[in-house]
């Protein structure tokens, strides 16, 4: 039984205004989607639908029954007043997280993503980076079936994008599925199982990189030429 299924007919932010139209995909188990396609193509509008953030809608997305998702924003957003231990306390304790095991793992999670030092500080403070790091760790202490990411990369240092793949690695052996909006089309490439190619509302191509280069008719071509031949060159033909 998939994680996730999806089946968007359209959707919007107002009625009657459809900005995402025909948009339909499951999630397996251990699976990693990659989101991608051209900036206002609708992969956000897409997560907020599947999040259930939108006005109007036409169609639905089921989670499988009792799975638990974490939803990993491209802008952090925080509590002004909480520092960082605060926020994964808090996070803990909403969550009913056993403490013995929660205690160990956030220790653990703040060493890998270097801000251990700075937990007792206010997270408002951080830098982008260490922002998104910090949303990461809220996450990932939840242990959910279901991760969405609005695009992770960008603000990251490679190392902390290293400890991300780590993490989205582990996560998988766990049998988390994992839908990811980018623009990093080459680490896209290298790790996601699936992608779902969204243009101007609509899912453009999808499957694996070998079924979107056949339906865009490019043998052998990368992710960013099969992207590229969808948002530019299909207009042009
Ligand atoms: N809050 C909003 N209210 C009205 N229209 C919106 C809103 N947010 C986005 N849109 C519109 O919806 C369309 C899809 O935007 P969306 O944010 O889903 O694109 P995206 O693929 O995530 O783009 P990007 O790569 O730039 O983040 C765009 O035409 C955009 O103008």
């Known amino acids: 039984m998939s994680l996730l299924t999806v089946d968007i007919k359209q ?6 205004k459809s900005v995402i139209q025909d948009i339909q995909f499951s ?14 193509a609708g992969k956000s509008t897409t997560i907020k639908t599947i999040l259930g953030l939108m006005g109007f809608v036409e169609g639905e997305a089921v989670f499988q ?27 803990a304790a909403v969550e009913q997280l056993d403490q013995k095991e929660y ?15 700075v937990a007792h500080q206010l997270p408002s403070t951080f830098s982008k980076g260490m922002q998104q ?3 990461l760790i809220l996450a990932l ?22 400890m991300l793949l780590t993490s989205i690695e582990e996560e998988r052996k766990r049998g988390v599925g994992i839908i990811m909006s980018t623009h990093v089309l080459d680490t896209a490439e290298k790790v996601c199982d699936r992608f779902l190619l969204v243009n101007e509302g609509k899912l453009a191509a ?16 990368s992710l960013f030429d099969c992207f590229y031949h969808i948002s530019e060159g299909q207009n042009n033909d």
């Open 133 to 135: 790091k910090a949303m």
């Open 65 to 91: 029954q009792e799975e638990k998702y974490a939803y990993i924003p491209e802008r952090p957003i925080f509590y002004d007043e909480l520092t960082l231990w605060e926020h994964l306390d808090f996070v």
């Open 11 to 16: 959707a919007g932010y107002e009625k009657e």
């Open 206 to 221: 999808s499957g694996t990189l070998q079924e979107i280069q056949q339906q865009c008719g490019l043998e052998d071509a």
């Open 103 to 117: 205690q160990q793992h956030v220790v653990e999670l703040l060493h890998l993503f270097k801000l251990y030092d």
């Open 141 to 162: 202490i939840t242990k959910p079936s279901v991760y969405i990411i609005d695009e992770p990369f960008i603000g990251l240092d490679p190392s902390a994008v290293k």
């Open 27 to 40: 999630l397996e188990k251990g699976e990693l989607i990659g989101l991608i396609g051209p900036n206002g």
